[in-house]
């Protein structure tokens, strides 16, 4: 494709910007064009700053207040340090008796498998009768 001074401009180097219709050489200027007035204006995006009332401003910190308390509030909740650690504990404990149950199963298993490979009357006769049981 090639690309002359007639070409579309969505069709032509650099960073297209499809709300303003303009294409920009580099990222630099890109960003500069976003943050620009006429981008913005075409966004619909007014430029000018609303000025507050003392009322409003009273009220906006009121609610920052509010805001601040309740995650205080929950993170004291979130955070009980004896609840966390006798739950921990108690995982401990469970972690232990499984660990256990799961030696004895593999002791049983492993018993019951060699009684398995050795014949009784061999085994009695040879002396072995009575071991590991």
Do not use: W
């Amino acid at each position: 494709m090639v690309v002359t001074k007639d070409s579309p401009s969505a069709m032509q180097g650099g960073y297209y910007c499809k709300v303003c219709d303009c294409v920009v050489k580099d990222s630099i200027n890109y960003l500069d064009h976003i943050n620009g007035k006429k981008h913005q204006r075409n966004l619909g995006m007014s430029m000018k700053v609303e000025r507050s009332t003392l009322d409003q401003v009273r009220a906006r910190f009121e609610k920052n207040k509010r805001k601040r308390e309740e995650e205080e509030k929950n993170k004291a909740e979130d955070y009980d340090l004896e609840a966390r650690a006798q739950e921990r504990q108690e995982e401990e404990e469970r972690q232990r008796v499984l660990k256990r149950q799961r030696k004895k199963d593999k002791k049983r298993a492993a018993n019951e498998a060699q009684d398995d490979d050795v014949d009784p009357e061999l085994a009695a006769v040879m002396g072995f009768g009575g071991f590991g049981k």
